[in-house]
């Protein structure tokens, strides 16, 4: 449900038209806008492995979520992490 609402939240400007067509295409020829392009593929990839992980080795998900809950109160983080900090376990512990 959460994904739902980041994703209608992130696609708004589009459906209302106070982002032109023209600045979407002028995205795919900003070097800003394709590195942005690349972090997004490589995020959704990190979530993906993250579900896999949180799955298979539950006993994660406590730390996962203490460790999310201390980013948000101590560095004034966001608390979308744990999804994406799971994918990153994933990668240094070498699981998938």
């Given at each position: 449900?959460?994904?739902?609402?980041l994703?209608?939240?992130?696609?708004?400007?589009?459906?209302?038209?106070?982002?032109?067509?023209s600045?979407?295409l002028?995205?795919?020829?900003?070097?800003?806008?394709?590195?942005?392009?690349?972090v997004?593929?490589?995020?959704?990839w990190?979530?993906?492995?993250?579900?896999?992980?949180?799955?298979t080795?539950?006993?994660l998900?406590?730390?996962?979520?203490?460790?999310?809950?201390?980013?948000?109160?101590?560095?004034?983080g966001?608390?979308?992490?744990p999804l994406?900090?799971a994918?990153?376990v994933?990668?240094?512990?070498?699981?998938?």
């Open positions: 449900m959460g994904i739902i609402i994703t209608i939240g992130v696609m708004a400007p589009i459906a209302s038209g106070s982002l032109p067509p600045t979407l002028h995205s795919f020829v900003n070097w800003k806008s394709l590195v942005a392009i690349a997004g593929i490589f995020v959704s990190l979530g993906g492995r993250g579900v896999t992980l949180m799955s080795q539950p006993s998900v406590a730390g996962l979520l203490v460790g999310t809950v201390l980013g948000v109160a101590l560095f004034r966001v608390p979308v992490g994406i900090a994918g990153l994933s990668l240094l512990i070498g699981r998938q």
